[in-house]
């Protein structure tokens, strides 16, 4: 039984404001990805019978370089206004974890301060911020891997912080996770098709559905159905990102929480993965947490963007105007920050990935 006792999948659309007509405030980032997903009727996807929901509105993708740090400036958000609430999937409020400190009586290091967000269904969520500013730990404390301090964590109108672990274990079927790094979070010893069929099996499925599933699975990530019988090694970084994510959504998740998913990748892998877990998102109605060090990513992916500095959100809003226009100072550093040492290099990058978003692929 899932919590809230499975209600609503999704949201019901909502189209934009004026959208027809409206004069749009620079070129669209991702032309291609919002024409499929306009183009896409929701539940059209292969991978299960949940019945895909119309998703929120498209990303806030739109945008073209502007302002003095040359980050596109993204087309506004629509939000709900207007349109009625829709109850949040995923609440996370005043959330507090700490750890004990380094060193005998050492006090405990705080390192969630107060966090609050939430996820509608079918809803992206971008959350931003530096290194060890906590975002990891946010997305570890939704999975249940982090005991909570204070506050709550509600998904689906339930409580979720300090469930029983077999409690966990059946939440497991509507939230799942993505790691940053493909080489280290598959294991290396199962075949393709046996890390596929594991949480498919434990969720009591018999092996041949299992095997059959897999089939499905390994063609929504467009990897071949050999692949099943092969052993990580034998896959590119990219393409084992495409079996992660196939294992995510293997037993149908309503959200799954991506850390740092493409970071790991080179920057045209990352535009392929970004586009399948969009595509996905409009098949099938998941909600992501993306949880990312890079705005343009996340700018690229998100409804909503929160942005965290030292264990507290510190702006969160509509991933356009957080990303183009920010109010908080800490977002106006990371927009001019550059992960890498060098500026130029940092700029090339970013130009490239610019690049690499707006052009159509053939
Ligand atoms: N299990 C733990 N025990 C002690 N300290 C921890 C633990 N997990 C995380 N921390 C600390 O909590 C802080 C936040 O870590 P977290 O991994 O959430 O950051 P992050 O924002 O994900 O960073 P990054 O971008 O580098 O992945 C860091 O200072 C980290 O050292
Ligand atoms: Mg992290």
């Known amino acids: ?34 024409g499929r997903r306009a183009r896409r009727r929701p539940g059209q996807g292969t991978v299960d019978a949940a019945g895909g929901l119309p998703r929120l509105t498209g990303p806030a993708g739109p945008g073209g370089l502007a302002g003095p740090q040359g980050f596109p400036e993204a087309e506004g958000f629509p939000g709900l206004a207007g349109g009625g609430a829709v109850n949040p999937l995923l609440k996370v409020s005043d959330l507090r974890v700490s750890f004990p400190g380094k060193g005998w009586r050492a006090p405990r290091v705080e390192v969630l301060r107060g966090v609050s967000l939430d996820v509608r269904p079918g809803e992206t969520v971008g959350l931003v911020g530096g290194s060890g500013s ?12 982090v005991p909570v301090q204070s506050g709550t964590i509600e998904f689906a109108g339930e409580r979720i912080d300090g469930l029983s672990p ?13 790691f940053q790094d493909p080489y280290t979070s598959l294991n290396p010893s199962l075949t393709i098709g046996d890390t ?28 071949p159905a050999d692949a099943a019988d092969r052993l990580p090694r034998e896959f ?65 992916m998100s409804h909503r963007v929160a942005v965290i500095h030292r264990g507290e959100i510190v702006e969160t809003g509509e991933a356009a105007a957080v ?40």
Do not use: W
């Open 134 to 145: 906590g975002k990891t730990t946010i997305g570890r404390a939704i999975l249940g891997l």
């Open 1 to 34: 039984m899932r919590p809230g006792g499975g209600d609503e999948r999704g949201p019901r659309r909502r189209d934009r404001p004026g959208r027809a007509g409206a004069p749009r405030a620079a070129r669209p980032l991702h032309p291609q990805a919002a």
């Open 236 to 300: 590119s970084g990219g393409q084992r990102q495409r079996v992660a994510i196939a294992r995510a959504l293997a037993i149908d998740p309503r959200l799954i929480v991506c850390d740092e998913p493409v970071s790991a990748l080179d920057l045209t892998t990352q535009r392929t993965v970004l586009d399948l877990l969009l595509e996905i998102q409009a098949q099938t109605g998941v909600a992501y947490l993306f949880i990312s060090h890079d705005l343009a990513v996340v700018r690229f």
């Open 323 to 362: 990303t183009s226009a920010p109010e908080n100072p800490y977002t106006r550093s990371l927009l001019l920050a550059a992960p890498i040492a060098d500026v130029e290099r940092q700029r090339a990058r970013r130009e490239q990935f610019e690049r690499e978003v707006a052009s159509p692929r053939a």
């Open 166 to 178: 077999r409690r966990r274990r059946a939440l497991a079927r509507d939230i799942q996770v993505i």
């Open 196 to 223: 596929l069929s594991e949480p498919l099996l434990a969720q009591g499925h018999a092996a041949r559905e299992a095997r059959a599933r897999v089939a499905v699975l390994l063609d929504r990530v467009k990897l």
